[in-house]
């Protein structure tokens, strides 16, 4: 859930297996999700102790190895 603008993501068992994912508001939360999970995987599944975050003015944002490395932004 972000809640400073509603968004929110839900995932429930599918009764056909997997899972089912409900996202509703004006970000794509699970879609980021995902994401983040891909940059992860493809930068070899590092330790959390390889990512890191800035934070300034213009908003935030994690990455991988160095602040130039893969990595997302945060809502703000």
């Known amino acids: 859930m972000d809640v400073a603008t509603g968004s929110h993501a ?10 089912a994912v409900t996202q509703r508001g004006p970000l794509r939360l699970w879609d980021q999700v995902e994401r ?3 940059a992860w995987q493809e930068a070899g599944e590092p330790h959390q102790r390889g990512f ?3 934070v300034s003015g ?19």
Do not use: C, F, K, N
């Open 10 to 19: 839900r995932t429930m068992p599918d009764p056909g297996g997997g899972w």
């Open 36 to 38: 983040a999970v891909e």
């Open 52 to 54: 890191g975050i800035t």
């Open 58 to 76: 213009a908003g935030q944002r994690v990455w991988i190895g160095s602040e130039d490395g893969p990595g997302w932004d945060l809502p703000i």
